[in-house]
C-alpha cells in the first residue's frame, strides 16, 4: 500500500521520519555535474561524486528536511536522459544514501519518469520529482508531454508504490502549449492523476 501524504512510517532501516504537513518544509537541491555522455562532462567521475556528497552533507547539516538528487548539469537537456546519465545517476544517488539520514528523492531532468523511478527503487530513495506529470509544455528542446499514466503504470510494474510522486506544474523553463489552462486546473489535475504533492515554481 501507498504511503500516505505526509508520513515516512519509522522503520529500522529507513532514514529520519520526515513531516510534509510541516511548516515551512526545505528541501535541498543536490545539484550534480555534468554526468557521462553530456557535452560538459570533465571525465572526472570522482569529482562529481565527491561534489554531491558534500553537498548533500551540507545540506543536511543546515537542517534541511529532504534532499533531491537532480542531474542539472547535463544541459541541454533532453525529456529523457541516455544509459550513461541513468547508470551515473543511481551510483551517485546511492553513495549520497550512505552519507545522509534525510529522505531522498530523484529528478531525472527533464521528465524521465523512468530513470527516476528506477533509481528510486534500487536506492531506496523516498521519492520523485516529475516536473511534466500533467501538462503539455513547450521547450528549448520541443513539445513535451505529461507523464502522468506511463509513470504510474510503470511504478506499478516495478513494484515501487510506495516511492512518492512530487510533481510540478506549469514547471519553469517551460511555456504551457496551451497557456489558457489555470495553474489551479493544472494542480487539481496532478492531484487527481495520483501525484502525492506538487511542486510550485
Not at 535541498?28 to 571525465?43: E, K, Q, R, Y
Not at 486546473?185 to 492531484?191: D, F, G, L, R
Request: proline share 4%.
Amino acid at each position: 500500500t501507498r504511503k500516505p501524504l505526509g508520513v515516512f512510517k519509522e522503520e529500522s532501516n529507513m532514514k529520519k521520519k520526515i513531516d510534509f504537513m510541516k511548516t515551512p518544509f526545505v528541501i535541498g537541491m543536490v545539484h550534480c555535474l555534468a554526468l557521462p555522455g553530456t557535452a560538459d562532462f570533465s571525465d572526472d567521475v570522482d569529482a562529481i561524486i565527491e561534489q554531491a556528497i558534500n553537498d548533500a552533507r551540507t545540506l543536511e547539516k543546515a537542517g534541511c528536511d529532504a534532499i533531491i538528487v537532480e542531474n542539472m548539469g547535463d544541459g541541454p537537456f533532453a525529456a529523457k536522459l541516455d544509459t550513461e546519465q541513468v547508470s551515473a545517476l543511481a551510483v551517485i544517488t546511492a553513495l549520497v544514501a550512505k552519507e545522509v539520514n534525510i529522505p531522498i528523492g530523484i529528478d531525472a531532468a527533464f521528465n524521465d519518469y523512468e530513470a527516476a523511478l528506477s533509481i528510486a527503487k534500487i536506492t531506496k530513495a523516498q521519492f520523485v520529482r516529475l516536473p511534466v506529470f500533467v501538462d503539455t509544455v513547450v521547450y528549448y528542446g520541443g513539445i513535451i508531454n505529461p507523464c502522468a499514466r506511463d509513470a504510474l503504470l510503470y511504478r506499478r510494474k516495478i513494484n515501487a508504490e510506495d516511492v512518492m510522486i512530487f510533481a510540478d506544474i506549469q514547471v519553469k523553463h517551460t511555456h504551457m502549449l496551451v497557456p489558457s489552462i489555470s495553474i489551479e486546473v493544472s494542480a487539481k489535475n496532478a492531484i487527481s492523476c495520483g501525484a502525492d504533492a506538487v511542486i510550485v515554481t
